[in-house]
């Protein structure tokens, strides 16, 4: 049974009409009333920015905060290959329900019908609005929008700006928001953090932040408190993320009363460049758009150490191909990742460390010509030769998995509202609309969603009633006692002056979780993992060694609380893994597969979202459900054969 | 396979504080694998720093491939170090050889002032692009998205702008310190493109002007683009001139209408 805090307050009605019905029915802030009040938005990524963006402009006191030195570096920077909507440009019969379907089923039916047809529904607005405000989109020869394939889908619904969408649409949203910020509609708080979320009276009063040039701790009161600062793929340590991702926003907030959901649902995203040393930082990807005209190999006999050029046609492997027939090297992320996973572990992995796949284009070039091939993918190619010093047009390249996404996030409603009343969260850091799977250019999308079309109508419903109202200050002793915790947290880092790094530690822990909560997990794994990590945190406890002090710029202070965070993080992603005894998904479960190795849901027992409530430690946080109802898709075994 | 560089000497500018002097300190380093990154050799040195006791190198970075224009090094004297079209995240060690001595610098501009060893605040930046450097479309009232088509070679054009990364390599590269690549590539992708053309006029007079409050003046080095990781072209400036130009004339043409 769902459990009461856990409401998801789907409007009720046919499908396709919730989304209108919640609009009709939603109280509104009259234009003139609307300055009264103040959102504190927290990030400034797509969804940050857009949401800071739009709420300014409907008249809103906006203030928007980030540890960045300009709001266009957040991390959606990064994302290269497209963004999802169910425009049907190619009359290839795509629809918002086809769209609606398409995110369920790849989600392995772990999310919740409402929103995601919301979000297939409000696609098609954000590429309009992408395109009015200046994004360079990709386009035909007669001038209109081009379109590609993505992981997950037999249709071309994926708009892209050269291998950069995510710069392209994180640059409109920015331009959107400078625009804001340049005429006084947002303040901008830069090289700024998060530390603390202030709940007074059963509300969010607002947040405590420390300033990374000179230490300050300072409150901010606000009427409403969105967090949109992204996903916790760096629990992993390696991972495609930038380097400062981070889950501090979102596990502060879970300590303060904010449900932390499906902790377990990461996606590790199967077109990586193999890890090359053990100093490596980060790990870079490869667009899955490279898989549209790549085919994915290895040698078919194990031991076979010959240069793939020399290696026969009748030799080789194309795994995906021979095993997922009708999506091919398009099959989604969790599936192609297992497949790799599976090769290297037979023993057929390439490179010299014989940790990858080959992805070939040899037949691509053969087919389209070189230059079409640079056209679609130069700037990856590029990067790829910068990274490994091997040209992809002669030899193939080499791929493995890595820490991608992160499904699991905040809990929030149909509203975006967590279970602390007037906190939302959006973008990635929620746990919305990708249920166990993420399918690709549906991130983008999401944030964009979020941030444009949703969160500026459901904070006009929760502000409304307050007009008027006066709401606590910075004075309020709740905040005094935030800061006071805050300055001490941070001090006691420097006190430990013990001999390890931050960086050791978050570099341990990595292992620990990449190791029996990535790709594959079993129950006795994950619990040796629930050993392992809080014996690791009470090492960190106690062996931390931050240099420098906490009165000027000290990195080192910075990622002390990051990894502090992670730690409880990783425990509870592996409790939630060693709870849900089922594979969906990115969550797979070694225990629970079928005679074929595809994860094999219980959709009687675990049909349900897990929400953790925070009660002093990780270790002892409570699961929570919220079953999921289905009434306009029948589960079905996902199947991509 | 991987090789490893040995007897590295590293000079590194720390300056603890913007209004303190500053100076150049070595560090001696071995060990590097050739297929570790720039900012991954620096991490090392920063772990051997914490483990000696003393304080960590400050420097920016985030995505470490070469698209947020964070990273912001002058290695041996120019912006983002040797290897042409790339940023300082994506040099790899392979580019040095043992027994090399690396000098690293912060971005040295009067508009971007040191905020600690290797870091620099370059907000002007975007002080610029908040001057005008957007197109004014409110959300929700946007047309659908193929009701103008755009000639692929226009969009192509303003993507090639469109891709600057704001990292200000070519403002640390200029010997004026002027921000006129930066401005060319946001006016002229925006400027190109038929979305844009509303505000042409307006957007670039704001633009060039807020640089010129900031920045120092061109005089045609083009040093900028040769510094640029994302190779924006010489040609995106003179298309700004141009219009800026056409700006004035125009703008007073209508100001002599009233
Ligand atoms: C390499 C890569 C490629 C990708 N490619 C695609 C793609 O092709 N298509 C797709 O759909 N998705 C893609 N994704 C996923 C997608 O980019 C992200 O999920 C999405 O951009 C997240 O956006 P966001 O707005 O939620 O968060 P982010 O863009 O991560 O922004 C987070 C913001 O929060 C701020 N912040 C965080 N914590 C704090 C704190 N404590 N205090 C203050 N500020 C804070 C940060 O400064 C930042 O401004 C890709 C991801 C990666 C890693
Ligand atoms: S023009 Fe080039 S050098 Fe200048 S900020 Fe843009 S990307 Fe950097
Ligand atoms: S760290 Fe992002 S461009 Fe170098």
New interface residues.
Partial sequence: MTDSMLQSKIPAGPIADKWDNYKADMKLVNPNNKRKFKVLVVGSGLAGS?AA??LA?LGYDVEVFTF??????A?S??AQGGINAA?N?RGDGDSIHRLFYDTIKGGDFRAREGNVHRLAQVSV?I????????V??????????DTRSFGGSQLQRTFY??G?T???LL?GA???L??Q??IGGVKLW?RVELVDVVNIDGRCAGIVTRDL?NGEIRSHSGHAVVLATGGYGNAFFLSTN???CNVTAAWRAHRKGAYFANPCYTQIHPTCIPQ???????L??MSESLRNDGRVWVPLNVGDNRPAAEIPEAERDYYLERLYPSFGNLAPRDISSRAAKRAVDSGRGVG?LKNGVYLDFSAAIARLGKDVVKERYGNLFD?YE??T?ENPYDIPMRIYPASHYTMGGLWVDYELMTTIPGLYAAGEANFSDHGANRLGASALMQGLADG??VL?YTIGNYLAPMLNKPVPGVDHEAFKTAENDGRARFQGFLDIRG?R?P??FHRELGKIIWDRCGMERTAEGLQQALTDIPALYDEFKTDL?V??NGA?????LEKAGRVDDFFQLGMLMCRDALERNESAGGHFRAEYQDDEGEAARDDENFAHVAAWEFTGDPMQSNRHKEELEFETIHLAKRSYK | ??HHLENLTLKIWRQ??PADGGHFESYRIDS??D???F???L??L??K???E????I?F???????????CSLMIDGQAHGP?RG?ATC?L?M?TFKSGDEIVVEPWRATAFPI??DL?V???P??RI???G??????????????II????PV??A??DA??C??CGACVAACPNGAANLFTAAKVS??NL?P??QAERWSRVEAMVETMDEHFGSCTNHGECEAACPKSISLDFIALMHKDYRRAKVKNRKLISQI
């Fill in positions: 857009s963006a739009t402009e960045h030195d300009s709001p266009r570096r991390h920077i990064a425009k440009y607005n590429i309009d609005q992408m395109v009015a405000q200046g360079p989109f990709a386009r035909e020869y007669g001038g209109l929008l700006a050269r950069q995510g710069q392209q640059l920015y331009q959107q400078a625009r910020i340049g830069n040039v930038a380097m400062m090359a040393d053990d100093t490596q930082s980060k870079t990807l010299p990067m910068r990274i010093g444009y079309f500026p001999k790094s960086d050791w060694r240099t420098g000027s710029l000290n990195q080192t | 396979m991987s603890s504080a590097i694998s297929e570790a990154s900012l991954e050799m991490d090392v920063n772990e720093l914490i483990d006791g003393l304080e960590a400050t920016d970075h985030d995505c470490r491939e070469g698209i947020c224009g964070t290897q790339t994506q790899h392979r905020v600690k870091m605040d370059r907000s930046l975007d692009v908040e001057a450097g957007y197109i004014t479309a409110t959300t929700g009232g946007a047309p659908d998205a193929n088509p755009i000639p692929k969009a192509d303003a993507m469109a891709e990364i704001g992708h925006l493109l979305q844009g």
